[in-house]
């Protein structure tokens, strides 16, 4: 892979001119405050001038507006976010919960915060390398690409919110496309079988678990609260999230042994950053490692 990007970057090709005939995705993980480490590598991809190598994003939950900012033009733009504490205070609030409001606003975050930036959506809607926000349909509880309900800004914005649906956390599932919709994580947390799926030869997944991460079973205090929810709400993905240390660990072996695909992750000794983690000093870390972690990778 890493000759491939070289040889596309040599080239100057782009989507729709290519001759070598491959597909190169870029799968990006997502895990709530934790994608500040792939901001981080989408911003080093930018450094590295490799941003026009891609055929098609894939984006899961937190993935999905790194993948955004990337796609927009905007990499180094959309990573100051993570360090804004008027920004991740305001997102993230676990005590809203105790008026039952939203812990993780991507509401705000998405209607608001981006479209004061402004994120350039027109950019993402025109980009010839195709987005594809994932979601987990609540009524199946399977992984969709949201891209064919993709028409403009508003539906655009719609799937973003779609994808970052934390359950119990972010409020009623979305609708968009006459369905509705929470977060990818709970079908599919690492967006590259959907890419494979989809034709893609080769992908490059920017992880946000570090290296030497091991899935670990819910607790049984987490397992009854938000099985309860889902119960109620989003019946199909209530399996996808009780199993879903099970397939994170298939995942794992998967991508380890996957010949066309190159993982770039965290370093081991990166700090722990708890999924609603607010700590801006913790996040301006973690990006600058992920930044680093994608040009050590690929330079």
């Known amino acids: 892979m890493l000759s491939l990007l070289r040889d596309r970057k ?26 500040a480490f792939a901001g981080g590598m989408v911003a080093g991809l930018d450094d590295l001038g490799l941003t026009d190598c891609f055929d098609a994003v894939y984006g899961a939950s937190a993935g999905t507006l790194n993948g955004a900012w990337f796609l927009g033009g905007q990499a180094q733009v959309g990573v100051l976010g993570w360090s804004d504490p008027a920004v991740m205070r305001r997102v993230t609030n676990p005590w809203r919960a105790l008026r ?17 930036v402004p994120m350039n959506f027109a950019a993402i809607l025109a980009n010839p390398i195709t987005f594809h926000p994932l979601a987990t349909d609540v009524r199946t509880g399977a992984a969709v690409d949201l891209r064919p309900y993709v028409h403009d800004q508003r539906t655009l914005q719609l799937a973003l919110r779609a994808s970052t649906g934390l359950p119990l956390l972010s409020g009623r599932p979305v609708e968009l496309g006459d369905r509705y919709w929470i977060d990818a994580g709970l079908a599919e947390a690492i ?12 992908v490059l997944v920017l992880r946000t678990r570090r290296a030497g991460w091991t899935a670990e079973s819910p607790s049984r205090l987490e397992t009854a609260v938000v099985a309860g929810y889902l119960r109620r709400v989003a019946p ?8 879903r240390h099970h397939r994170q660990r298939a995942d794992d072996e998967h991508l380890a042994d996957h ?26 870390r973690a990006v600058e490692l992920g930044r680093a972690a994608a040009v050590a990778a690929l330079s």
Do not use: C, K, M
């Open 10 to 35: 040599a080239e100057g090709s782009r989507p729709g001119g290519r001759t070598d005939g491959r597909r190169l995705a870029l799968a990006i993980e997502g895990g709530g405050s934790r994608g």
């Open 100 to 116: 039952r409001g939203r812990v993780v606003d991507t509401e705000h975050l998405v209607h608001v915060v981006y479209e004061a």
């Open 191 to 202: 967006p590259y079988r959907t890419a494979v799926a989809d034709g893609a030869t080769d």
């Open 236 to 243: 199909g993905a209530l399996a996808g999230w009780v199993d």
């Open 259 to 284: 010949p066309a695909i190159l993982q770039v992750r965290p370093p081991a000794s990166a700090p722990e950053v708890p999924r609603l983690s607010r700590d801006t000093d913790l996040l301006r």
